[in-house]
């Protein structure tokens, strides 16, 4: 069974500073992974995904995050917090045990982002 | 990327009363679509898979006659909210898997929230 763990339910960072929000994952077979973000009263907007190829991932508003297998993790960054970023993250995991591909989140991290 | 919306974004109801929530994939066609719930703080929780032409595969846990999903067409599906209760109220989430899509990534609606008064 794929599982998500997402370590610390809130992160605050000064605007400007660095961006980390942490993943950890178990699949029994290789998965895809998922970083999505809510903002307030709205559903998820895809942020980067992890399909096969490349373990370093690019997404939009400058996020991008790495898939490390050995560690089974798949952290996401951004190198300088802005204000609009402040909102819910929610990292996912699918993979086809089951034929599914039905996605498990985590907890969700809300990111505070401070002037 | 892939649209989905959902009707209505909030709607507020007396217990007792049942609510239709509609989601839709506005430029593609879904074979299947989820719905989701979402509690203050909290995750998504799978309600349930939506299959277009067949019955809804429901997780375990959640009352197939309290919450009704019809998938009548490509792309649109709906959620109702049987008899609904005060611990009904909650954010409702839908989604849509675009066939063929590496990964098979959902894109999600915006989202209903619903009040029972």
């Known amino acids: 069974a794929q599982s998500v763990t997402q370590l610390g339910s809130h992160v605050s960072v000064s605007e400007g500073a660095l961006v980390l929000l942490r993943c950890n994952y178990s699949?029994?077979?290789?998965?895809?992974l998922f970083w999505y973000v809510q903002y307030p009263n709205q559903g998820l907007q895809l942020l980067l995904k992890y399909t096969t190829g490349a373990t370093l991932v690019k997404g939009i508003n400058g996020f991008e995050a790495e898939f490390k297998k050995s560690e089974t993790s798949f952290h996401l960054t951004k190198p300088s917090a802005h204000m609009s970023d402040a909102a819910e993250y929610f990292c996912?995991?699918?993979?086809?045990?089951?034929?599914?591909?039905?996605?498990?989140f985590g907890r969700g991290t809300s990111l505070i982002v401070h002037p | 990327g892939a649209v989905v919306s959902q009707h209505p974004s909030r709607v507020i109801c007396k217990s007792g009363t049942s609510v239709k929530i509609e989601c839709r994939s506005l430029?593609?066609?879904?074979?299947?679509m989820f719905w989701y719930r979402q509690f203050p703080k909290q995750s998504l929780m799978l309600m349930a898979t939506s299959n277009e032409g067949s019955k809804a595969t429901y997780e375990q846990g959640v009352e197939k006659d309290k919450f009704l999903i019809n998938h009548a067409s490509l792309t649109l599906s709906t959620l109702t909210v049987t008899s609904a209760h005060p611990e009904d109220s909650s954010f409702y989430i839908c989604s849509a898997r675009q066939p063929g899509l590496a990964g098979y990534e959902q894109f999600f609606g915006p989202g209903t929230r619903l009040t029972v008064l």
């Open positions: 430029d593609f066609q879904a074979t299947t």
């Open positions: 699949s029994s077979v290789p998965p895809y």
């Open positions: 996912a995991v699918s993979d086809k045990a089951g034929g599914s591909y039905i996605p498990t």
